[in-house]
Structure formats: structure tokens, C-alpha cells
Nanobody, 117 residues
Framework: QVQLVESGGGLVQPGGSLRLSCAAS????????VTWYRQAPGKQRELVAS???????NFADSVKGRITISRDNAKNTVYLQMNSLKPEDTAVYYC???????????WGQGTQVTVSS
């Protein structure tokens, strides 16, 4: 059974930092492209950052320079380090793992990030 479990969300003040984790089980994690999405209330889900199995990353323009993404394939985990957080970063953050060469597209349950003073 495939599971993606996000963790690390919470309440942080503007300018603060959080590190989100996405831990996978039940898949050959190293071949999957992992993407973080977020969805704020009343808005569509949007891509935040993605990372390939080989470590190539991609970022939304709105987070470039403030967010990094990394992965530890030995731990089946992808990390999203978020710095200089802004109130507009408030959203539920979701992890997606997609097999680029075959079947397999999985979602986690989401973790809430709230940036507020």
C-alpha cells in the first residue's frame, strides 16, 4: 500500500521558516518526481516546487529564492525548506509523487502552513 505522509506544518510569524517533509512508503521512491503543491482558501491548487529522482528542481516564481527542495532517497523523503515566509504563503501544502515512466500518481493528505503575526 502506497502512502505519502506530510509533516512539519504549523503556525509561524512572517519572516520565519518551516521545513516540510514528505515521507513515502510502498513505492520505489527514487524514480518518482515529487512535487509540492499548495492550496489557499478560495484559490486553486498551485505548484510550489518539484524535484526529479536525480535531484533536478523547479520552483514557482512566487517562491524562488525563499524555498529549497531536496530529497533523501535512502529515507524515502523529500524536504521543502521554506524561509522568509509571508502571509500569502498560508495554505495547505500537499505532496505528490508521480512515476515519470509508468503508472503511479499519489497524493498525501496535506499539512497546514499558517503565516501570521
Amino acid at each position: 500500500q502506497v502512502q505519502l505522509v506530510e509533516s512539519g506544518g504549523g503556525l509561524v510569524q512572517p519572516g520565519g521558516s518551516l521545513r516540510l517533509s514528505c515521507a513515502a512508503s510502498g513505492i520505489i521512491f527514487s524514480i518518482y518526481v515529487v512535487t509540492w503543491y499548495r492550496q489557499a482558501p478560495g484559490k486553486q491548487r498551485e505548484l510550489v516546487a518539484s524535484i526529479t529522482g536525480g535531484g533536478r528542481s523547479n520552483f514557482a516564481d512566487s517562491v524562488k529564492g525563499r524555498i529549497t527542495i531536496s530529497r533523501d532517497n535512502a529515507k524515502n523523503t523529500v524536504y521543502l525548506q521554506m524561509n522568509s515566509l509571508k502571509p500569502e504563503d498560508t495554505a495547505v501544502y500537499y505532496c505528490n509523487a508521480r512515476n515519470p515512466i509508468g503508472a503511479g500518481d499519489y497524493w498525501g493528505q496535506g499539512t497546514q502552513v499558517t503565516v501570521s503575526s
